[in-house]
C-alpha cells in the first residue's frame, strides 16, 4: 500500500523480485549536471527504499530545444550517467520529449530478494524510526529560486540532494529493518503516516531530534516557506497530536517537500544505536527519531504524536 516502487516476480526464481520505478523533477539549481545528478539520486531512490539495488536506468528527458542549446541537455545527461554509475546502474537508453519547460529523471530497474523487501505494510509496533538525511531541501530550493539562499546553504543542500541513499541502504541491510520509504514530495509527516497507514499502527516522533539543513529553522520562523510544505501539513493534520508546546517551525520542517530525501527507516529498537553509528560513519546525518506505536484506547492508528517536550522553541 502506498510503496515506493513495483516489485514483481521474476518468472524463473521465486526469491528474487524486479524492483520498477520512475521518477521525473524540474530544475531546482542552475547548474544542469547538478540538476541530473540531483533528478538521478531521486529516481533511484525509490529503489533503495524497497531494500533494494538498481541495476539499469532510462532516461527521461523533457527540454525546449528551441529556447535552449543542446549543450545544457548535455550537461543534464552527463550529471546523471555520474551518479548512475556511482549506483552501479548503467544508462542504457532513455527518450527525449520537446517540452517549453526543462525536465529530467529516469526509469529504474532493480533487484531485491522477496525474503527481504521494505514494505510499507511491514512495520511493527516497538521499532525504533530512523532518518539518514537532514530536511529542508524544499524551503532552501524556493530559497534558491528567490534568490535569497546563501552559498553555504546551497551547497550543503546540493551535497544531501547528490548523495545517493545506496550507503545508508548497505548499513540497513545489516540490521533488522522491516519497513522504509524515503522521504520525498510528501514530507516526512506524509511519508511517515503512509507506513502507518500501511502497517496499522501509530508513532512518536522527537521533534527536538529532526535534523535540519543550514538555514532551514531560520527561514521557516521568518515565513519563507513553500507553498507545498504548507499543503503537505494541511493533509495531514488530521492524523497530528501534540504534546509538550509546540514549535511551529520544527512541525513545518517534518512537513517540508523534499527532494532526494534520505530514507526513514523502521528498525527493531536494539539495532538502532549501531544503525545510527554505522550511517554516521559514511558521514551521513543520521538520527533516531521517534518510535511505532500499537493503537490503543485512545491512540488510533496513523497517528502521529509530535512530541516537544524535549524541544525549546
Known amino acids: 500500500m502506498a510503496d515506493d516502487a513495483a516489485v514483481v516476480r521474476f518468472a524463473d526464481d521465486e526469491s528474487c523480485g524486479l524492483v520498477l520505478t520512475t521518477d521525473v523533477i524540474t530544475p531546482i539549481v542552475d547548474d544542469p549536471a547538478t540538476f541530473g545528478a540531483i533528478a538521478a539520486c ?108 546563501s552559498a553555504e546553504e546551497i551547497d550543503a543542500a546540493v551535497a544531501s540532494m547528490t548523495t545517493l541513499n545506496q550507503g545508508a541502504r548497505a548499513c540497513a541491510r545489516r540490521v533488522r529493518v522491516s519497513s522504509a520509504t524515503d522521504v520525498t514530495g510528501f514530507g516526512l509527516l506524509g511519508h511517515l503516516r503512509n507506513i502507518l497507514r500501511g502497517s496499522g499502527l501509530a508513532a512518536r516522533l522527537r521533534m527536538d531530534s529532526l535534523p535540519a539543513l543550514p538555514g532551514v529553522l531560520a527561514k521557516i520562523r521568518a515565513d519563507k516557506v513553500p507553498g507545498g510544505t504548507r499543503s503537505n501539513l494541511r493533509f495531514v493534520s488530521p492524523w497530528i497530536a501534540y504534546e509538550g508546546r509546540e514549535d511551529p517551525a520544527l512541525t513545518l520542517l517534518a512537513a517540508d517537500a523534499q527532494t532526494s530525501g534520505g530514507l526513514l527507516l523502521c528498525v527493531d529498537p536494539e539495532d538502532a544505536d549501531a544503525l545510527v553509528e554505522a550511517l554516521v560513519a559514511l558521514d551521513l546525518p543520521a538520527r533516531r527519531i521517534g518510535d511505532l506505536l500499537a493503537p490503543r484506547e485512545g491512540l488510533a492508528a496513523q497517528t502521529m504524536i509530535l512530541d516537544y517536550s524535549g524541544a525549546s522553541s
Not at 82 to 92: F, M, R, S, T
Not at 107 to 134: C, D, F, H, M, Y
Not at 141 to 147: E, H, K, M, N, Y
Request: hydrophobic residues 45%; positive net charge; proline residues 5%.
Open 42 to 149: 531521486n529516481a533511484l531512490s525509490d529503489v533503495y527504499a524497497m531494500g533494494g539495488a538498481p541495476r539499469f536506468v532510462l532516461n527521461l528527458a523533457f527540454f525546449p530545444d528551441d529556447r535552449l542549446p543542446l549543450s545544457v541537455l548535455r550537461e543534464i545527461l552527463r550529471g546523471a550517467a555520474e551518479i548512475c554509475a556511482q549506483a552501479g546502474a548503467p544508462v542504457v537508453g532513455g527518450h527525449t520529449v520537446r517540452d517549453a519547460e526543462p525536465k529530467f529523471g529516469l526509469a529504474v530497474t532493480g533487484e531485491v530478494e522477496r525474503a527481504r523487501i521494505w514494505s510499507n505494510t511491514g512495520a511493527r509496533a516497538g521499532q525504533a524510526l530512523v532518518l539518514t538525511k537532514a530536511l529542508g531541501t524544499g524551503v532552501i530550493g524556493s530559497a534558491i529560486r528567490s534568490g535569497s539562499a
